[in-house]
C-alpha cells in the first residue's frame, strides 16, 4: 500500500499583470544620425552626449525643463535621413574631427567602427580649406564611397550613406555644427519608432516644422484611435498667418489652421514665436505627462518653463486679439495674463471644431479603455493560474464586472468622472456567446468631470436702506 503524507501542500503562483502602454511618456521625431537604434530613452540631461546645438538636444532640453518622474525617460526617436552636413565655424589652428560608424543594413554588422576623422586648420583658415580637410582625412581613414559619399561644397560637407548603409556620426568637435535632411516620411518614421518601442511612450513630438509632414503625421496618428496603443501629436508653429484672422480655407502656411481644418481629434498644438528654438510643445507634452493620467489638460500650466509668445517682427507680447486668432483655431499659446504667464485655450473643445474635442477627454479615455484591458485580462489569466476561472456564472462573471468597475471608481476617485453607471452582468447569456466562450454584454457610462477653464460671473452692487429695496 503506498504511503500518504499527513498533510499535502500545493502552491500555485498567481502574480502575474498584463502591462499596457504608458500615457504619460514623450516621444520626439526628429532626423539625426547619432545612434544606431530608433528609439533611445534619457533619463536626465546629463545622459545626452549630443552636439549642442543639434535640434535633438535642444529638443530633449525642452523636455527635461518639464519632465517630472512620470514621463520619464524621454524617448528620441530617430527619423532616418539623407544626407548630414557639417558647417564649419572657422578658427585658426584648431582642430575640426567627428568619428563616423558604418553599418550595413542588410545585416546590420558595422563596417567602420568609430573611425576618426580629422583635420587641423592653419593660421589662415577658410571654410573651404577646413571642409577639403576633412574630405582627405576620411579618405586617409579608409571610408570609401561604398560606404558613405562626401560632397565638398566648399562652404560646407555633405556625407550622404551609400546603399544598404547606415552612418552614425559622434563626438563632433565644438567648431563642426551639423544639420540633417530627410525625405523619410510620417508613416516610415512612426513605423520605425513602433518596430523597436511600441508601448513605452503615448505623446508623439517632433522637430519636424514641414507642414505637409506634420499633418501626415496628425493622420498617421489618428489611425491609431482602435488600437491596443493609442498615440496623441502635439506640435508647435511660428508661423505669422496664425496671428491673423483665418481664411477658409486656412492658408497653406497657417499650419494651425490646416490642422483645425483637418477635424484631428489626436492631434494639439500651440503658436510660438520661438516655436523651432525651444520646442515649446515638447516642455509641455513633459510636463503634462508628469501629472496622474489623465487629471492634467492644456490650459494654465502656469509652473510650465515656456515664456510668453511675442510678435515674430515687433518682439512685444502678442495682444488680446492676436491670441484670439490662435485660439480660434483651437490651439493655445503662451500669454500673460494680469502678471501669470498661462497657457490660454480656445472655448470650442468639440470635434467638429477638430484639435482633440479637449484632448484631456480623450486621454482619459485612452486610460479607462487600456486600464480595463490590464485588469481585465490580469483577472482572467489569474484566475486561471487559480483554477478558478470566470465562467458564465452570474456569481463568476460578476468578478469581471466588478473588476471593471474598479476603473471607473478610480476614475471618479483621481476627479476624471463625477460618476459612473457601473457594468452589469447580463442576465442570460446567448447559447452562441457560450459556445464561442464570449462575456458580451457589459455596459457602462462614466460622467467627464471637465475642467474648468473661463469663468463668468454677474453681479449687482447697491445700497442697503429701510426705505427702499432693490
Given at each position: 500500500?503506498?504511503?500518504?503524507?499527513?498533510?499535502?501542500?500545493?502552491?500555485?503562483?498567481?502574480?502575474?499583470?498584463?502591462?499596457?502602454?504608458?500615457l504619460?511618456?514623450?516621444?520626439?521625431?526628429t532626423?539625426?544620425a547619432?545612434?544606431?537604434?530608433?528609439?533611445?530613452?534619457?533619463?536626465?540631461?546629463?545622459?545626452?552626449?549630443?552636439?549642442?546645438?543639434s535640434?535633438?538636444?535642444?529638443?530633449?532640453?525642452?523636455?527635461?525643463?518639464?519632465?517630472?518622474?512620470?514621463?520619464?525617460?524621454?524617448?528620441?526617436?530617430?527619423?532616418?535621413?539623407?544626407?548630414?552636413?557639417?558647417?564649419?565655424?572657422?578658427?585658426?589652428?584648431?582642430?575640426?574631427s567627428?568619428?563616423?560608424?558604418?553599418?550595413?543594413?542588410?545585416?546590420?554588422s558595422?563596417?567602420?567602427?568609430?573611425?576618426?576623422?580629422?583635420?587641423?586648420s592653419?593660421?589662415?583658415?577658410?571654410?573651404?580649406?577646413?571642409?577639403?580637410?576633412?574630405?582627405?582625412?576620411?579618405?586617409?581613414?579608409?571610408?570609401?564611397?561604398?560606404?558613405?559619399?562626401?560632397?565638398?561644397?566648399?562652404?560646407?560637407?555633405?556625407?550622404?550613406?551609400a546603399?544598404?548603409?547606415?552612418?552614425?556620426?559622434?563626438?563632433?568637435?565644438?567648431?563642426?555644427?551639423?544639420?540633417?535632411?530627410?525625405?523619410?516620411?510620417?508613416?516610415?518614421?512612426?513605423?520605425?519608432?513602433?518596430?523597436?518601442?511600441?508601448?513605452?511612450?503615448?505623446?508623439?513630438?517632433?522637430?519636424?516644422?514641414?507642414?505637409?509632414?506634420?499633418?501626415?503625421?496628425?493622420?498617421?496618428?489618428e489611425?491609431?484611435?482602435?488600437?491596443?496603443?493609442?498615440?496623441?501629436?502635439?506640435?508647435?508653429?511660428?508661423?505669422?498667418?496664425?496671428?491673423?484672422?483665418?481664411t477658409?480655407?486656412?492658408n497653406?502656411a497657417?499650419?494651425?489652421?490646416?490642422?483645425?481644418?483637418?477635424?484631428?481629434?489626436?492631434?494639439?498644438?500651440?503658436?510660438?514665436?520661438?516655436?523651432?528654438e525651444?520646442?515649446?510643445e515638447?516642455?509641455?507634452?513633459?510636463?503634462?505627462?508628469?501629472?496622474?493620467?489623465?487629471?492634467?489638460?492644456?490650459?494654465?500650466?502656469?509652473?510650465?518653463?515656456?515664456?510668453?509668445?511675442?510678435?515674430?517682427?515687433?518682439g512685444?507680447?502678442?495682444?488680446k486679439?492676436?491670441?484670439?486668432?490662435?485660439?480660434?483655431?483651437?490651439?493655445?499659446?503662451?500669454?500673460?495674463?494680469?502678471?501669470?504667464?498661462?497657457?490660454k485655450?480656445g472655448?470650442?473643445?468639440?470635434?467638429?471644431?477638430?484639435?482633440?474635442?479637449?484632448?484631456?477627454?480623450?486621454?482619459?479615455?485612452?486610460?479607462t479603455?487600456?486600464?480595463?484591458i490590464?485588469r481585465?485580462l490580469?483577472?482572467?489569466t489569474?484566475?486561471?493560474?487559480?483554477?478558478?476561472?470566470?465562467?458564465?456564472?452570474?456569481?463568476?462573471?460578476?468578478?469581471?464586472?466588478?473588476?471593471?468597475?474598479?476603473?471607473?471608481?478610480?476614475?471618479?476617485?483621481?476627479?476624471?468622472?463625477?460618476g459612473f453607471?457601473?457594468?452589469?452582468?447580463?442576465?442570460?447569456?446567448?447559447?452562441?456567446?457560450?459556445a464561442?466562450?464570449?462575456?458580451?454584454?457589459l455596459?457602462?457610462?462614466?460622467?467627464?468631470?471637465?475642467?474648468?477653464?473661463?469663468?463668468?460671473v454677474?453681479?449687482?452692487l447697491t445700497?442697503?436702506?429701510d426705505?427702499?429695496?432693490?
Amino acid at each position: 500500500m503506498p504511503y500518504f503524507p499527513s498533510v499535502s501542500v500545493n502552491v500555485k503562483e498567481a502574480t502575474g499583470i498584463a502591462s499596457v502602454a504608458s500615457l504619460s511618456r514623450v516621444a520626439i521625431f526628429t532626423p539625426h544620425a547619432f545612434t544606431r537604434e530608433f528609439s533611445t530613452p534619457y533619463y536626465d540631461i546629463t545622459d545626452v552626449t549630443l552636439p549642442k546645438d543639434s535640434d535633438a538636444y535642444k529638443a530633449l532640453q525642452a523636455g527635461f525643463k518639464g519632465a517630472g518622474s512620470r514621463s520619464l525617460p524621454i524617448y528620441l526617436a530617430r527619423v532616418a535621413v539623407d544626407d548630414a552636413i557639417l558647417t564649419p565655424v572657422v578658427e585658426n589652428s584648431k582642430e575640426y574631427s567627428f568619428k563616423l560608424t558604418v553599418l550595413n543594413t542588410t545585416d546590420m554588422s558595422t563596417i567602420h567602427d568609430a573611425v576618426e576623422v580629422s583635420f587641423t586648420s592653419d593660421t589662415d583658415a577658410t571654410v573651404a580649406e577646413i571642409t577639403a580637410g576633412l574630405e582627405l582625412a576620411a579618405t586617409a581613414a579608409g571610408i570609401t564611397a561604398s560606404d558613405v559619399v562626401f560632397t565638398d561644397n566648399s562652404t560646407d560637407l555633405e556625407i550622404t550613406e551609400a546603399a544598404d548603409r547606415q552612418m552614425i556620426i559622434s563626438e563632433l568637435t565644438d567648431n563642426l555644427p551639423i544639420t540633417f535632411t530627410t525625405s523619410t516620411t510620417a508613416a516610415q518614421a512612426f513605423e520605425d519608432l513602433m518596430s523597436e518601442n511600441p508601448d513605452q511612450w503615448y505623446r508623439a513630438t517632433s522637430t519636424i516644422r514641414d507642414t505637409a509632414w506634420v499633418t501626415a503625421m496628425a493622420t498617421v496618428i489618428e489611425a491609431t484611435e482602435s488600437s491596443d496603443t493609442p498615440k496623441i501629436f502635439r506640435t508647435s508653429s511660428a508661423a505669422p498667418e496664425t496671428i491673423i484672422a483665418q481664411t477658409d480655407p486656412s492658408n497653406s502656411a497657417d499650419i494651425l489652421g490646416l490642422l483645425e481644418d483637418g477635424n484631428y481629434r489626436r492631434t494639439t498644438s500651440e503658436w510660438h514665436d520661438q516655436s523651432s528654438e525651444i520646442f515649446p510643445e515638447i516642455t509641455h507634452e513633459c510636463y503634462v505627462g508628469s501629472f496622474v493620467e489623465g487629471t492634467k489638460g492644456s490650459a494654465f500650466n502656469q509652473n510650465m518653463s515656456v515664456p510668453a509668445a511675442r510678435h515674430p517682427v515687433l518682439g512685444r507680447l502678442l495682444t488680446k486679439a492676436e491670441a484670439g486668432y490662435i485660439t480660434d483655431r483651437n490651439a493655445t499659446v503662451r500669454f500673460t495674463e494680469f502678471g501669470l504667464t498661462i497657457t490660454k485655450t480656445g472655448k470650442d473643445g468639440t470635434s467638429a471644431r477638430g484639435q482633440g474635442q479637449w484632448i484631456q477627454n480623450v486621454v482619459i479615455g485612452d486610460w479607462t479603455k487600456l486600464t480595463m484591458i490590464q485588469r481585465g485580462l490580469t483577472l482572467l489569466t489569474q484566475a486561471d493560474n487559480a483554477a478558478d476561472p470566470i465562467t458564465f456564472a452570474q456569481s463568476s462573471a460578476s468578478r469581471m464586472s466588478d473588476t471593471l468597475n474598479s476603473v471607473l471608481s478610480d476614475g471618479v476617485n483621481l476627479g476624471l468622472f463625477t460618476g459612473f453607471e457601473p457594468v452589469t452582468i447580463p442576465e442570460s447569456f446567448s447559447f452562441a456567446s457560450q459556445a464561442q466562450r464570449t462575456l458580451e454584454g457589459l455596459e457602462f457610462k462614466a460622467y467627464l468631470a471637465g475642467a474648468v477653464h473661463f469663468v463668468i460671473v454677474d453681479g449687482v452692487l447697491t445700497y442697503q436702506a429701510d426705505d427702499v429695496a432693490v
